[in-house]
């Protein structure tokens, strides 16, 4: 799903490919979109949030944990936008950040 989104906000010119940063704990798949696409890659949450104005969370159900979130809401700044696409997962409609 990711690759579509980014493959989308490409396609339209909605953002150049430099502005875009991925991250992946499979390094194999990071390697594919910075080939594919010319994006950016991190080597980590806190690299990928750093200065972000979108974060688009893309990951399997089962990978979605606690630590991630706790990731997130660590290196988020307040001005970012979360958007998580992560089917049959609720994290809690209002739920704000501190």
């Known amino acids: 799903?990711?690759?579509?989104?980014?493959?989308?906000?490409?396609k339209e010119q909605l953002i150049k490919p430099e502005r875009i940063s991925v991250f992946d704990v499979n390094r194999a798949?990071?390697?594919?979109?910075?080939?594919?696409?010319?994006?950016g890659t991190s080597?980590?949450?806190a690299a990928t949030c750093k200065n972000a104005d979108l974060v688009i969370i893309a990951v399997k159900p089962q990978n979605l944990s606690d630590k991630l979130w706790a990731q997130l809401k660590e290196h988020l700044?307040?001005?970012?936008?979360?958007l998580s696409i992560v089917a049959g997962k609720n994290r809690g409609v209002g739920e704000q950040r501190e």
């Open 29 to 39: 798949r990071l390697e594919f979109l910075k080939k594919e696409f010319g994006v």
């Open 1 to 10: 799903m990711s690759e579509a989104i980014i493959e989308g906000f490409l």
């Open 77 to 82: 700044s307040p001005q970012s936008v979360l």
């Open 43 to 45: 080597s980590s949450v």
